[in-house]
């Protein structure tokens, strides 16, 4: 079978709650951010007392992106673990996006009105100038999956999620750009398969 990977999106940021995509922009995690990623660990916590697991065999790996870093070990801090006692890869970083990152989609519309039709008929395919695309990031991401050997905490993004369930056959390339990755839930995911934990 499969390994079983609880997949966390980082907590909430200031540009979270103003509507600014972030991409790879290192933006901290506010107090409702922090506040999430406890309660992340204690979901988990809860989950792996009811399955008999032991959280301490299990693989922590997060993105480099500091909001992923911060929730990571409030994560862990909850779990009764070393808060640093995790890995990095840089695959699990958001998705770029150039030079659209700072900007509400409101602001993108009124400069670039042209490139943001472009993108609504072809979310997966489309890349801002300077960026990448979901179909180029999810491949980074799937790569990254086909290296997943044991149960695995991961602390990413919404837009790498996002990416890894088209690769994992879990969403459509159609609906994966519309796909609520909700913050303060762990993800529970299996080829094919997708369970949320609130």
């Not at 079983?4 to 999106?9: D, E």
């Amino acid at each position: 079978m499969s390994p079983l990977l609880y997949y966390i999106r980082h907590g909430e940021t200031d540009w979270n709650t103003a509507g600014r995509l972030q991409g790879q922009r290192d933006i901290p995690i506010n107090a409702r951010g922090q506040t999430q990623a406890t309660r992340c660990g204690e979901i988990l916590r809860d989950l792996f007392a009811r399955d008999a697991i032991d959280p301490a065999r299990l693989d922590f790996v997060a993105s480099p992106l500091g909001r992923a870093r911060e929730t990571m070990e409030r994560v862990r801090t909850a779990l009764g673990l070393p808060a640093e006692g995790y890995r990095v890869d840089a695959r699990l970083a958001e998705i770029a996006f150039g030079q659209w990152e700072g900007l509400t989609f409101d602001e993108l519309q009124q400069r670039w009105p042209d490139a943001v039709a472009a993108r609504d008929l072809d979310k997966w395919g489309y890349t801002p100038p300077e960026a990448e695309s979901y179909a180029t990031m999810s491949q980074r991401v799937h790569e990254w999956y086909g290296e997943v050997t044991r149960d695995t905490v991961t602390v990413a993004h919404g837009g790498t999620l996002r990416g890894l369930l088209v690769q994992l056959g879990i969403a459509s390339i159609a609906d994966a750009p519309f796909v609520d990755i909700t913050q303060g839930v762990v993800f529970a995911i299996r080829p094919g398969s997708l369970s949320r934990y609130a």
